[in-house]
């Protein structure tokens, strides 16, 4: 794979950079908001935070569509998102070493600040990017100076730290100061590793503006890798608060500690006794993964030029295991964080339903198979509206089970039962189709439906091992079998990742047994060069690298020189 063009690889990259800044940020704003003892100096902290959450959120999908979509639209939006949160970022920076050189300078009158200072403290970076961010992009004469924006900042901060350093030497100090001290140091590690991940990203910036280099052609590989340095300049301060501050890794491992808050229940609701963090992360990442497979599955299904009919029975099939990922995980981790009955009770209904649609739709796909294989002629000559039947009637059926089971409660104890009708069917379907290989030779197009058979065998095999230890579980609990053994929470959310994970057998077996579906997605990885003469615009840490596109595209804006950001 050629790095040197934006391709697969890189929307990974800059998407899993994006999921880790979002996941670290609102679990870091989380804590503050949490520890008992709350200092007026977290809520400086909280907007720094809440200045890198924004990139996760905001700038690095900006910065992914506006090199997928192309779009000059995309790209301004981009560019003006990512400079203000830039040099939001980089002005509370400057903020805090003031807060901080104040705390260890002035320790009474810092102690005697009133709540209106901090308001005024919290307030002042996003202003000032808010008006410099609308100065730039309306009057192009300044447009230039943008460079040098950060520079105030950075000046505060050296002048702030060294003022620290200086009143450190030349004082013992009691405790507190102590305290005040290594949270300056803290904080001063954050600043210089901001400036780290930053830098590389400036001085290209100043070389490209000032024309040093500009026959130096510089290659998309670097640009995206400064990009990438410059990104995770918003995950600095995830990664250094827990070693730093005792505070924040105490409640952090108050967190992680397990804890019991359910007793004596099913597996079948959201059970949690030992819900922590670790567990958070896990489902998490896991819904992610299923959201992101089985879109890209949708995605290419319906961009292949030869798109066969059985390739909506498998979209219907990627929707439900979709479904999954956007609602049953996530309600599910809401049960357990939230433990109200309510939630329980949304997660359970849809639990059932994504879970019935799933294992319908294989039996479904099984015995559209074996007519295939079977009844060739039949299969060729079957009409659109066989389809359309064979798609609705695994979701009718799943809402009208889930609708009764729920309603009458003297038929939930058959919610067991109910996926004992497609598994069956499934079995018949895959031996008539054993059966029928076996004894008839087979042409080419024969011989095609019988290794699709294989596959959607393979998938239906996958997912009863992925979901049957949860279903003994049930079984075993309605009947009472073991009712005078407990269950470890343990054991219950190891059956739960492994019934979730179902949603993903589709995403990986589908590459490795479809040619079809493995030429598209190979046609996806491919590298495309869409950008040359790579340019970029004057921005800081949060600011842009621009791309003047190629004189052919057909995104090129009004005027030739006019710079598109990305």
Not at 308 to 330: E, H, M, Q, Y
Not at 421 to 426: E, G, K, R, T, W
Not at 438 to 449: A, I, L, P, V
Request: net charge positive; proline share 4%.
């Amino acid at each position: 794979m050629d790095l040197n063009s934006w391709n697969t690889f890189w929307l990974l990259c800059f998407g899993l950079l994006a999921i880790l800044i979002v996941v670290g940020n609102t679990l870091t704003i989380w804590i503050f908001l949490k520890q008992k003892q709350r200092k007026r100096t977290s809520f400086l902290l909280i907007s720094l935070s809440v200045a890198d959450l924004l990139v996760g959120l905001l700038t690095i999908p900006l910065f992914i569509g506006a090199y997928e979509a192309s779009l000059i639209t995309v790209d301004t939006v981009f560019l003006r998102v990512d400079v203000f949160t830039a040099l939001a970022s980089i002005y509370t920076l400057g903020v805090i070493s003031l807060e901080r050189m104040f705390a260890v300078a002035w320790p009474y009158r810092h102690r005697t600040l009133k709540l209106r200072a901090y308001i005024c403290a919290i307030a002042t970076p996003w202003i000032m990017a808010t008006i410099i961010t609308v100065l730039v992009f309306t009057l192009n004469s300044v447009r230039g100076l943008l460079i040098f924006c950060p520079a105030a900042p950075l000046i505060v901060m050296c002048l702030a730290y060294y003022v620290i350093w200086k009143k450190q030497r030349s004082s013992v100090g009691n405790q507190n100061q102590s305290r005040e001290a290594r949270l300056a140091k803290t904080l001063f590690l954050i600043t210089g590793a901001s400036i780290l991940t930053w830098l590389p990203f400036q001085i290209l910036n100043i070389v490209l503006q000032f024309g040093v280099t500009e026959n130096i052609l510089y290659s998309t590989l670097t640009i995206l890798l400064v990009r990438v340095l410059q990104f995770s300049n918003s995950l600095v301060n995830v990664i250094i608060y827990p070693f730093r501050i005792p505070g924040f890794r105490k409640t952090l491992r108050r967190m992680l500690r397990c804890r019991q808050r359910f007793n004596d229940r099913a597996p079948t609701p959201a059970v949690s006794s030992s819900w922590n963090i670790f567990w958070l992360l896990c489902f998490g990442l896991l819904a992610i993964l299923i959201v992101f497979g089985n879109t890209i599955t949708i995605w290419i299904f319906l961009k292949q030029k030869q798109r066969k009919r059985t390739s909506f029975l498998l979209i219907s099939l990627s929707v439900a295991d979709l479904l999954v990922g956007l609602l049953s995980i996530p309600l599910f981790i809401a049960a357990y964080e939230a433990s109200l009955i309510t939630v329980d009770t949304v997660f359970l209904r849809v639990d059932v339903f994504t879970a019935l649609a799933s294992i319908y739709t294989l039996g479904v796909i099984s015995v559209e198979r074996m007519f295939a294989f079977a009844w060739p002629y039949h299969h060729r000559t079957l009409k659109l509206r066989a389809y359309i039947c064979a798609i609705a009637t695994p979701w009718i059926m799943a809402t009208i089970i889930t609708v009764l089971l729920f309603t009458l409660n003297s038929v939930r104890g058959l919610l067991i039962f109910c996926p004992a009708a497609p598994l069956i069917v499934m079995c018949l379907a895959y031996y008539v189709i054993w059966k029928k290989q076996r004894s008839s030779m087979g042409n080419q197009n024969q011989s095609r439906e019988a290794r699709l058979a294989k596959t959607l065998f393979l998938i239906t095999g996958a997912s009863i091992l992925t979901w049957l230890p949860f279903q003994i579980l049930n079984i075993v609990l309605q009947f009472g079998i073991t009712a005078n053994f407990s269950y470890s929470t343990l054991s219950i959310l190891l059956v739960r990742v492994l019934q979730f994970s179902n949603s993903l057998v589709n995403v990986i077996i589908y590459p490795f047994r479809i040619p079809g579906f493995r030429n598209t997605l190979w046609r996806m990885l491919r590298c495309r060069q869409r950008f040359d003469d790579p340019a970029l615009t004057p921005a800081r840490s949060g600011s842009v690298v621009s791309l003047k596109r190629r004189k052919s595209s057909n995104f090129l804006p009004a005027n030739p020189n006019q710079e598109i950001a990305l």
